[in-house]
C-alpha cells in the first residue's frame, strides 16, 4: 500500500510509565529499523530486523528498550518506566533489501515526550 | 554518536540560488546517501552514491564523493521556496555484518521566496 506507518502520531507520558510505539512497513520489506531522532538531531540507530529476526539491538540505550516483530510485519518498540531522556522522536524505516546499506523508507515518527 | 557532520549547519539563500551541503565522515563505506526531512516529517531518500563513483546527478541534485578525504557534497541547482528543510547525509559502513545508516547532524536549508 502506501509508505511506512507509524502511531501514535505523539505520545505524552508520565516519567515511569510504559509506552508502546507502532510501526507498519511497507508490505514486502524484508529489513525494519528503528531510529532515536533527538530535538535538531540526525536518527540514532536503535535497532534492526530481517523479517521477524532482531539481527542488531546494539543501539538500544538501555533494558528498559524492548523491540518484537513476531510476524516479519508490524513491529513494536515498548520502552519500560520511561524517564525524561527518553522523550525524543522515535522513527521507523523499512527496506526491500536486507542490511542497511540501501535506501531506507522513513514513517512520520512518533514524537514521545516524557513530563 | 553520529558518524557524519554536515556544514553548514544552517544555510539561507534566496530563491534560484544554489545551496551547497557538505557532509564528512569517520570510517569506511559502502555508499552514502543523502535524506531530506521537513519539520515535523520523516525522511525523505534522495540519492545514494556508491564508494567507487565519485559524482551522481538526479533532476537538480548533484553529489560529489571523495573517498579520499572521507567528504561529500550536495548541490541543489536554482533553488525552491518548497526545497526549505533539513538535509542529512547518512553513511552504510563497509564493515560485514553492519547493519546501519549513520546519519549527520544535518544541515538546515532555508529557501526564501
Known amino acids: 500500500g502506501a509508505g511506512v506507518s507509524q502511531s501514535p502520531r505523539y505520545k505524552v507520558a508520565k516519567r515511569g510509565q510504559d509506552v508502546a510505539l507502532r510501526c507498519d512497513p511497507i508490505s514486502g520489506h524484508v529489513s525494519l529499523f528503528w531510529y532515536q531522532q533527538a530535538l535538531g538531531q540526525g536518527p540514532e540507530f536503535l535497532t534492526y530486523f530481517q523479517n521477524e529476526a532482531q539481527l542488531d539491538k546494539s543501539g538500544l540505550p538501555s533494558d528498559r528498550f524492548f523491540a518484537e516483530r513476531p510476524e516479519g510485519s508490524v513491529s513494536t518498540l515498548k520502552i519500560q518506566r520511561t524517564q525524561q531522556e527518553d522523550s525524543a522522536v522515535y522513527l521507523c524505516?523499512?527496506?526491500?533489501?536486507?542490511?542497511?546499506?540501501?535506501?531506507?523508507?522513513f514513517g512520520p515518527g512518533t514524537r514521545l515526550t516524557v513530563l | 554518536s553520529q558518524q557524519g557532520e554536515e556544514d553548514p549547519q544552517a544555510l539561507s539563500i534566496q530563491e534560484g540560488e544554489n545551496a551547497t551541503m557538505n557532509c564528512s565522515y569517520k570510517?569506511?563505506?559502502?555508499?552514502l546517501q543523502w535524506y531530506r526531512q521537513n519539520s515535523g516529517r520523516g525522511l525523505v531518500h534522495l540519492i545514494l552514491i556508491r564508494s567507487n563513483e565519485r559524482e551522481k546527478h538526479s533532476g537538480r541534485l548533484r553529489v560529489t564523493l571523495d573517498t579520499s578525504k572521507k567528504s561529500s557534497s550536495l548541490l541543489i541547482t536554482a533553488s525552491r521556496a518548497a526545497d526549505t528543510a533539513s538535509y542529512f547525509c547518512a553513511t552504510a559502513s563497509h564493515q560485514t555484518g553492519a547493519n546501519n545508516l549513520f546519519f549527520g547532524t544535518g544541515t538546515r536549508l532555508t529557501v526564501i521566496p
Open positions: 570510517t569506511s563505506i559502502n555508499n
Open positions: 524505516a523499512s527496506s526491500h533489501s536486507s542490511g542497511g546499506a540501501h535506501e531506507q523508507f
